[in-house]
Antibody, heavy 118, light 112 residues
Framework: EVQLLESGGGLVQPGGSLRLSCAAS????????MSWVRQAPGKGLEWVSA????????YHADSVRGRFSISRDSSKNTLYLQMNSLRVEDTAVYYC???????????WGQGTLVTVSS | DIVLTQSPDSLAVSLGERATISCKSS????????????LSWYQQKPGQPPRLLIY???TRESGIPDRFSGSGSGTDFTLSISSLQPEDVAVYYC?????????FGGGTKVEI
């Protein structure tokens, strides 16, 4: 059974940093691209970042480019999102998602809440 | 980036009636030699992550009831729920995956 478990969310002041983790199980982690998608309170879904299976290529939304960095550790079956220079508008539930080629994001974690506030 | 526009923003449907949601893309999302459209539909209930319903615009994900169907090609797409059930109350999103830089529609809230 595919499972994705996010952690690392919490309350942080503007300008601060946070690292999110997503522990994956039930599939061959290194074979799949992974993404982070966020959802601000009461709002829709916003794609944030993606990384291919090998980790060699990463992609970021314009809204986070230069501040966020996605990475993965296949020895630990874990996906990361390093978030620096956080802004109030980064407040959201952050989901990690597994991509199956041709299906887009077929499995999602339960999400972790990041609150940026002074 | 590819922009997806969903309509309506919200929809009230009687139990057993049909619900129809539209998703229009700012550019064609046809992919590959088979000319499939790289569009998926998700259902999200309060406090839960999105759940994949449909991919390639019209292929139902495993375990999804057949009252859910997707149609369309190129830039215009539709999600239909043929006979609305109480458990179908949710927000529905379309998503394009032609590019790795995914984009989502704004969502449609379906109520009874």
């Amino acid at each position: 059974e595919v499972q994705l478990l996010e952690s690392g969310g919490g309350l942080v002041q503007p300008g601060g940093s946070l690292r999110l983790s997503c522990a994956a199980s039930g599939f061959t982690f290194r074979s799949y691209a992974m993404s982070w998608v966020r959802q601000a309170p009461g709002k829709g879904l916003e794609w944030v970042s993606a990384i291919i299976g090998s980790g060699d290529d990463t992609y970021h939304a314009d809204s986070v480019r230069g501040r966020f960095s996605i990475s993965r550790d296949s020895s630990k079956n874990t996906l990361y999102l390093q978030m620096n220079s956080l802004r109030v508008e980064d407040t959201a539930v952050y989901y990690c998602a597994k991509e199956t080629l041709g299906k887009s994001d077929d499995y999602w974690g339960q999400g972790t809440l990041v609150t940026v506030s002074s | 980036d590819i922009v997806l526009t969903q309509s309506p923003d919200s929809l009230a449907v009687s139990l057993g009636e049909r619900a129809t949601i539209s998703c229009k893309s700012s550019q064609s999302i046809l992919y590959g030699p088979d000319n499939k459209s790289a569009l998926s539909w998700y259902q999200q209930k309060p406090g839960q992550p999105p759940r994949l319903l449909i991919y390639w615009a019209s292929t139902r994900e495993s375990g999804i009831p057949d009252r859910f169907s997707g149609s369309g090609s190129g830039t215009d797409f539709t999600l239909s729920i043929s006979s609305l059930q109480p458990e179908d109350v949710a927000v529905y999103y379309c998503q394009q995956y032609l590019t790795i830089r995914r984009t989502f529609g704004g969502g449609t809230k379906v109520e009874i």
